[in-house]
């Protein structure tokens, strides 16, 4: 018998759970409350954990190198260029920090295009406003009027249907706010570089061979309206370093973006009720400041197909494996979430004067060890095998 699945969200986290889901076998249908499915957005650096997440979807070689620029994380430097903890540039801690530097429409239209490939409905203009989670062990789910044996809620940051699942789950505001853009042309490090001052953090990384990705994270008061978006940029990160300063005066007005940053401080208290399950920022919003956003929406929507679609789809009950993604999704994305904080917190949120110069003195004595420890417990993430169905 086919199951029928509804993703609510054509984002990355929904097409990547309508791809994996439909990779099992299941008929699926995308709702997405814009007129168009598009990502809005510019570049993110893809980690090792998102490309195995992508992978995971069918993906090859040639697919993950479409994607973007293959890179590394260079490091940190203080706002005058001044390395804080500049990465050895060895090929083990290459490996260990790899990257891609990928726009963000790239990633969108390569799970756009297997999902078409697959039979994915993707319904636009069609917004969630009522949803009967249903029960595992009984009644279809029915959310917009359609009936459905499973409902994946990845419609981002301000989720309908975690709104319906956990009413007092809401998104706060970080007291920061984020500039981003892609320009033409070559600019900054061949790696990532992320520079860090008082309530502020800039990144510069290649997205391909002749376009950069940057963005400008920076306290600012929620709701802010400016005038002109790239003058105020420039004139927020006026004196920091010499890449900052270049890859700004190279960005045309019309490609500068900006956006308040909001998280969900606590999370949600699972990831499954009734029928429904929950992806990506709908499930985990976190700051951006460990900068695994966009994976873990990867890794999420790969994880329905393999914990959840797969057993059902053969002949498993529904519930149990329900329970079994939000055992292995939570403590993950939660984990991930205190250490966005933390690193906010010793980062970009952190202050100016004496607490800049005692930061920076106290990361320049972390071991390498210590870099690869931490990348590997966030980026070593590979995916699980299909789920056993549970008769």
């Known amino acids: 018998m086919t199951r029928h699945a509804i993703v609510v969200g054509a984002g990355i986290a929904g097409l990547t759970s309508a791809v994996s889901l439909a990779r099992t076998g299941w008929d699926v249908t995308v709702l997405e409350r814009a007129a168009e ?5 510019a570049g993110f650096a893809m980690s090792r954990n998102a490309v195995a997440a992508f992978r995971g979807l069918g993906f090859d070689d040639d697919d993950v190198a479409a994607l ?23 090929s083990e801690m290459r490996a260990s920090v790899a990257l891609v530097g990928v726009h963000r429409r790239r990633l969108h239209a390569a799970l756009r295009r297997r999902a078409a490939d697959l039979g994915v409905e993707v319904v636009t203009g069609t917004p969630v406003e009522a949803l009967d989670p249903g029960d595992p062990e009984g009644r279809p789910a029915v959310v917009a009027g359609r009936e459905a044996d ?26 920061y706010a984020s500039w981003r853009a892609v320009v033409p042309g070559a600019y900054g490090d061949v790696a990532l570089r992320q520079y860090w001052g008082p309530h502020a953090e800039f990144g510069v990384l290649r997205v391909a061979a002749d376009e950069t990705y940057w963005y ?22 006026d004196g920091w370093a010499e890449p900052v300063r270049d890859v700004l005066a190279a960005t045309p007005p019309d490609v500068v973006l900006r956006h308040d ?19 990506g920022d709908a499930a985990h919003g976190t700051l951006p400041t460990m900068g695994q956003g966009a994976a873990t929406a990867l ?15 053969a002949g498993g009950r529904l519930a149990p494996a329900l329970v ?19 690193s906010g917190r010793f980062g970009a949120h952190l202050g100016g004067g004496w607490r800049q110069t005692v930061r920076n003195g106290l990361m320049r004595l972390t071991p390498a060890a210590a870099i690869e420890r931490g990348s590997r417990a966030a980026m070593g993430w590979t995916p699980p095998e299909p789920a056993a169905p549970v008769p």
């Open 299 to 313: 890794e999420d929507g790969l994880c329905v197909g393999l914990l959840v679609g797969s057993p059902v789809a």
């Open 150 to 175: 499973l409902v994946v809620g990845a419609d981002g940051m301000r989720s309908a249907v975690r709104s319906v699942l956990f009413p007092a789950v809401r998104p706060v505001h970080s007291g």
């Open 324 to 342: 079994g993604y939000d055992a292995a999704r939570r403590p993950r994305c939660r984990a991930l979430a205190r250490a966005s904080v933390a």
């Open 68 to 90: 973007g620029y293959a890179t590394w994380a260079g490091g940190t430097w203080d706002l005058h260029g001044r390395p804080i903890l500049a990465l050895p540039d060895t």
């Open 37 to 41: 499915a598009g990502e809005v957005g």
């Open 261 to 279: 940053v909001h998280h969900l401080p606590r999370g949600v208290p699972r990831y499954a009720s009734g029928r429904v399950v929950l992806a």
């Open 216 to 237: 400008g994270y920076v306290a600012m008061p929620e709701r802010t309206r400016l005038r002109d978006e790239l003058a105020a940029a420039r004139a927020r990160f």
